[in-house]
């Protein structure tokens, strides 16, 4: 049974002011009410920094996980623009690392990993928007090409334990990574015309909430 510790303290603190008489006997209850009650009153502060405490962490890890994916998603579009054929979305992606440089956000790291997990050279990438040119190793479909819908092509079984996969990895709790690993992997087949985002978000439904009651169970 938990303790009500800022009761306790108004109630013993009350009782010490009540004993503040002349008379020994009462000076004495009032000095053991008045310790009694301090001490309630300190577990009282501690509770209160835990508590500030657990929010401040709580509070900083949510930021630190948007900051990484907005990083994620920022990074993505500059390697996308770096990575064009079109000479004025190259010139803004790199116009756009150096404001990023300026502000104390580098992300080059994040944006050579996205180049290079697309199959892009990093090096060429930077240097000019022909990077996709025959030579450079680049994939042949420009990135701000749209990707012919492929989903349909992909065989049912397939589709279902991807989606179950990636769903489960999305709804981890206890590793962040795994989160942004699913996530990237999900837009990643989008990217290429495979888009699970109905199947993951009937998968994350159903165990989340339990299957639809109106469907057959077979």
């Keep these: ?10 109630k013993h ?15 004495r209850i009032a000095e053991v009410a008045a310790w009694i009650g301090q001490g309630h009153a ?13 929010d401040l962490r709580d ?15 920022v990074s993505a579009h500059i390697a996308k623009a770096l990575a064009s054929r079109e000479r004025d979305r190259w010139k ?13 956000c580098n992300m080059d790291g994040f944006i050579d990993n996205r180049l290079s997990d697309d199959g892009w050279d990093p ?10 040119v025959p030579g450079t190793g680049a994939p042949a479909r420009d990135p701000w090409t749209p990707a ?10 397939v589709r279902r334990v991807l989606a179950e996969h990636l769903a489960d990895m999305l709804l981890t709790r206890d590793d962040d990574a795994i989160t942004i690993r699913a996530r990237n992997l999900a837009f990643a087949l989008k990217n290429e015309g495979a888009d699970l985002t109905e199947a993951i978000r009937t998968r994350i439904s159903d165990t989340t909430l339990g299957r639809d009651p109106s469907e057959p169970p077979f």
């Design 59 to 73: 509070a900083n890890t949510l930021l630190r996980r948007r900051e990484y994916a907005l990083r994620e998603l």
């Design 42 to 54: 300190n577990l009282v502060r501690d509770e209160e920094l835990n508590a500030t405490f657990v």
């Design 148 to 157: 012919p819908d492929i989903t349909a092509e992909i065989p049912e079984p």
């Design 1 to 10: 049974m938990s303790i009500n510790h800022r009761a306790e303290a108004e």
């Design 13 to 27: 603190l009350a009782n010490a002011a009540h004993h503040l008489t002349e008379h020994p006997g009462d000076m």
């Design 92 to 104: 803004a992606g790199l116009d756009l690392t150096k404001a990023l440089d300026e502000a104390d």
């Design 123 to 132: 090096r060429s990438a930077w240097k000019a928007p022909a990077s996709a």
